[in-house]
């Protein structure tokens, strides 16, 4: 089986879980019943014998077009046969009438136009590491069961596909056929009719449209960014609020090489920086809703703040890796659980304070439990910021003194510091506060910056430098006319360039594990960032422009790029990187004597012209 390449993959989800469907209509990642579940269709890791729910022409056609309706979860491909074109048009359901649907409801549809086209679907559903094959049951439609899961899958017009069979269908202009796929875990499955199934995709239509419509005009690259927040809401699990890192695992950052991790998890420092992208833009309520989830999530480690957790708030699995499974374009190893859950992560501490006072200074009150998590976060890091961690990019070796997390530490004193200024707080702990800020600052400074290079490093003692320090100008560390604040940003940008307009982290080779890795698309974003608070934003204009080239006609990111080939690299699509080209445009927008940038036409994220959308 050949792995199509990752830009050919297209998301669908539910806020609960979510689809990658590749180009020719192949469903080929999706788990049950939650992000983190185990795969129904994974033939993405796991070659054929692993499952997949496929529907496209049968003959040889020529794919013309692939899109997302414009401000919609829904994605459309279209092909031309001998005689007429195919639509498949597909989307999974979030909500109905406001609410929650206690079933996971997919919804694919099929019509033809100027001809009949003979088409083809194959259902071959498995459950994960063991592809085990369901017990099957007949009824209004064919049911399928895996103990407590279920999954059933109806089709208008009389049609049946028995799993793990083909079927050869004719889908005549004007007849569309419409599947609907339901999966449910301890409830009963929810049996909508597929005669009016499409009802419901032209409702869920209806509700994304609105929420696009609340995002300000004034946005730069306005499309990309609405692509980039409804990618991040399908990527929030909505039963509790947590963002998922991305919804795939072991996606590799370095094809044939042991750099493949399992991303279905929330990390609390990725979610803060998604949120501070809906903040910015009156998405208000998504930030409160993360911030109700961590206070639940925590409550048992507090005061630690931990690296990683599960969407509902338990423990990260042990990582372990399947057996027999090839991995995407046979890259193994397959892994399920992430042995980063148990680092020391100072920076995450800042990143959640800093979401916090966001919150807080557009006019919302934290509660009384909230101010207390958050004053036990801080006391930590008043207590712990001496200590060496494993940094934002979670090194697999003995820790160090990372400046990024120095500086994330600073953060997270100053916005609890801001914090208190409108939440009531002892005298004696502010004294402890302000002192342990101003101890960090001095120590940063005088270990963590190299005055002959003009930059601050990577850790201390190290020459190396690293491309996290790119968030400098956002954090207030530095004041924004510093010559060390822009020595260290030009330093980044020429030190670890992989061609314009791609970043590497740190050095490639330089992280303990074996092998190379590829551009990381976060820091490449954060560069436009730094570039427009620093007083070049034409340079940063220009740089998000050919960022936004590479997300093809469906705006989606991977987490990193190789930049010799344009093939997406890591896990996909990747919450953190949607959430920092976010945070690039509104840094355009924000910026003074920004020239009016021109932007995309309505409903198409792509810049390529040959893209057909």
Same mark, same amino acid.
């Given at each position: $089986?050949?792995?199509?390449a990752?830009?050919d993959y297209?998301?669908?989800?539910d806020?609960?879980?979510?689809?990658?469907?590749s180009a020719? %209509?192949g469903?080929? &990642?999706?788990c049950?019943?939650a992000f983190d579940?185990d795969?129904?269709?994974?033939?993405l890791l796991g070659?054929p014998? +692993?499952g997949s729910? #496929?529907?496209?022409?049968?003959?040889?056609a020529t794919?013309l077009?692939?899109r997302?309706?414009p401000h919609t979860?829904?994605l459309e491909?279209v092909?031309?046969?001998?005689?007429?074109?195919?639509?498949?048009a597909?989307?999974m359901?979030a909500?109905?009438? %406001?609410r929650?649907l206690p079933?996971?409801? /997919?919804?694919?549809?099929?019509?033809a136009?100027?001809?009949?086209?003979?088409?083809?679907?194959?259902?071959?559903?498995?459950l994960?590491?063991?592809?085990?094959?369901p017990?099957?049951r007949?009824?209004?439609?064919?049911?399928?069961?895996?103990g407590?899961?279920? $999954?059933?899958?109806?089709?208008?017009?009389?049609?049946r596909?028995?799993?793990g069979?083909?079927a +050869?269908i004719?889908?005549?202009?004007?007849r569309?056929?419409? $599947?609907?796929?339901?999966?449910a875990? @301890?409830?009963p499955?929810v049996?909508?009719d597929?005669?009016?199934? &499409?009802?419901?995709v032209e409702?869920?239509?209806?509700?994304?449209?609105e929420w696009?419509?609340?995002i300000?005009?004034?946005?730069?690259f306005?499309?990309p960014?609405l692509r980039s927040l409804?990618? /991040?809401?399908?990527l929030?699990?909505?039963?509790?609020g +947590?963002?998922?890192? @991305?919804?795939?695992?072991?996606l590799?950052?370095?094809?044939?090489?042991?750099r493949?991790w399992? *991303?279905r998890?929330?990390?609390?420092?990725?979610a803060?920086?998604?949120?501070?992208?809906?903040?910015?833009?009156?998405?208000?309520?998504?930030?409160?809703?993360f911030?109700?989830?961590? /206070?639940?999530?925590?409550?048992?480690?507090?005061?630690?703040l931990?690296?990683? /957790?599960?969407?509902t708030g338990?423990?990260?699995?042990?990582e372990?890796?399947?057996?027999d &499974?090839?991995g995407?374009a046979?890259?193994?190893?397959v892994?399920?659980g992430n042995?980063?859950?148990?680092q020391?992560?100072?920076d995450? *501490?800042?990143?959640?304070?800093?979401? @916090?006072?966001?919150l807080?200074r557009?006019?919302? #009150?934290?509660?009384?439990?909230?101010w207390?998590?958050?004053?036990?976060?801080?006391?930590?890091v008043?207590?712990r910021?001496?200590d060496?961690?494993?940094g934002?990019?979670?090194i697999?070796?003995d820790p160090?003194?990372?400046v990024?997390?120095k500086?994330m530490?600073?953060?997270?004193?100053?916005?609890?510091?801001r914090i !208190?200024?409108?939440?009531r707080?002892?005298p004696?702990?502010?004294?402890?506060?302000?002192?342990a #800020?101003?101890a960090?600052?001095?120590?940063?400074i005088?270990r963590?910056?190299?005055?002959?290079?003009?930059?601050y490093?990577r850790?201390?003692?190290?020459a190396?430098?690293d491309s996290?320090?790119?968030i400098?100008?956002?954090?207030?560390f530095?004041?924004?006319?510093?010559?060390r604040l822009?020595g260290?940003?030009d330093?980044v940008?020429?030190?670890l360039?992989?061609g314009?307009?791609?970043?590497y982290?740190?050095?490639p080779?330089q992280?303990g594990?074996?092998?190379?890795?590829g551009?990381?698309?976060p820091?490449?974003?954060w560069?436009v960032?730094?570039?427009?608070?620093?007083?070049r934003?034409a340079?940063?204009a220009? $740089?998000?422009?050919?960022l936004?080239?590479i %997300?093809g006609?469906?705006?989606?990111?991977?987490?990193e790029?190789?930049?010799?080939?344009?093939?997406?690299?890591?896990?996909y699509?990747?919450a953190l990187t949607h959430a !920092?080209?976010?945070?690039?445009?509104?840094a355009l927008?924000?910026?003074s004597?920004?020239?009016?940038?021109v932007t995309?036409?309505? %409903?198409c @994220?792509c810049r390529n012209?040959?893209?057909?959308c």
């Amino acid at each position: $089986m050949r792995s199509p390449a990752l830009a050919d993959y297209g998301l669908l989800g539910d806020t609960r879980t979510a689809a990658l469907v590749s180009a020719d %209509g192949g469903i080929d &990642w999706l788990c049950a019943p939650a992000f983190d579940g185990d795969p129904v269709f994974g033939a993405l890791l796991g070659g054929p014998e +692993a499952g997949s729910f #496929r529907t496209g022409p049968s003959l040889p056609a020529t794919r013309l077009a692939r899109r997302y309706r414009p401000h919609t979860a829904t994605l459309e491909t279209v092909w031309a046969t001998d005689g007429g074109t195919l639509t498949l048009a597909e989307s999974m359901i979030a909500e109905v009438s %406001g609410r929650l649907l206690p079933t996971t409801l /997919l919804i694919r549809r099929l019509a033809a136009e100027g001809a009949p086209v003979r088409a083809a679907v194959v259902f071959d559903p498995r459950l994960g590491e063991r592809h085990l094959r369901p017990r099957v049951r007949q009824g209004q439609h064919v049911v399928c069961e895996w103990g407590a899961l279920a $999954m059933s899958l109806g089709c208008s017009g009389g049609l049946r596909v028995e799993p793990g069979t083909t079927a +050869a269908i004719t889908v005549e202009p004007g007849r569309p056929v419409v $599947m609907v796929l339901a999966l449910a875990y @301890a409830e009963p499955l929810v049996w909508v009719d597929p005669e009016t199934a &499409w009802d419901l995709v032209e409702a869920d239509e209806a509700r994304w449209r609105e929420w696009a419509s609340g995002i300000s005009d004034d946005v730069p690259f306005r499309e990309p960014v609405l692509r980039s927040l409804l990618t /991040l809401k399908l990527l929030t699990y909505s039963p509790s609020g +947590a963002p998922v890192a @991305a919804p795939t695992t072991s996606l590799p950052e370095d094809p044939g090489g042991i750099r493949n991790w399992d *991303y279905r998890y929330a990390w609390p420092r990725d979610a803060s920086i998604g949120i501070a992208a809906f903040l910015a833009l009156g998405k208000d309520g998504e930030a409160l809703n993360f911030l109700n989830w961590l /206070l639940h999530a925590s409550r048992l480690q507090r005061p630690r703040l931990p690296a990683l /957790l599960t969407l509902t708030g338990g423990h990260v699995p042990r990582e372990r890796t399947l057996a027999d &499974w090839p991995g995407y374009a046979g890259s193994a190893p397959v892994r399920t659980g992430n042995g980063a859950a148990h680092q020391h992560q100072l920076d995450g *501490y800042g990143w959640v304070l800093d979401a @916090a006072w966001n919150l807080v200074r557009q006019g919302h #009150r934290l509660n009384s439990e909230t101010w207390r998590a958050l004053r036990g976060f801080t006391d930590l890091v008043v207590r712990r910021w001496p200590d060496p961690d494993a940094g934002i990019w979670e090194i697999r070796r003995d820790p160090a003194h990372h400046v990024h997390s120095k500086i994330m530490g600073w953060l997270a004193l100053d916005r609890a510091l801001r914090i !208190a200024e409108t939440h009531r707080i002892s005298p004696r702990r502010r004294c402890r506060w302000e002192a342990a #800020r101003t101890a960090i600052a001095a120590d940063i400074i005088t270990r963590g910056f190299d005055a002959t290079r003009n930059t601050y490093t990577r850790s201390y003692g190290s020459a190396d430098l690293d491309s996290a320090l790119l968030i400098l100008p956002v954090t207030g560390f530095e004041p924004p006319d510093s010559a060390r604040l822009r020595g260290t940003v030009d330093a980044v940008r020429a030190e670890l360039s992989a061609g314009h307009p791609f970043l590497y982290r740190y050095p490639p080779g330089q992280d303990g594990l074996p092998g190379d890795e590829g551009a990381f698309l976060p820091c490449s974003f954060w560069l436009v960032q730094a570039l427009a608070l620093t007083g070049r934003a034409a340079e940063a204009a220009e $740089m998000l422009e050919a960022l936004l080239g590479i %997300g093809g006609p469906l705006g989606l990111f991977s987490e990193e790029i190789d930049a010799a080939t344009g093939a997406l690299l890591g896990n996909y699509p990747q919450a953190l990187t949607h959430a !920092a080209l976010v945070q690039a445009a509104l840094a355009l927008r924000d910026v003074s004597a920004v020239e009016p940038v021109v932007t995309e036409p309505a %409903g198409c @994220a792509c810049r390529n012209p040959n893209a057909g959308c």
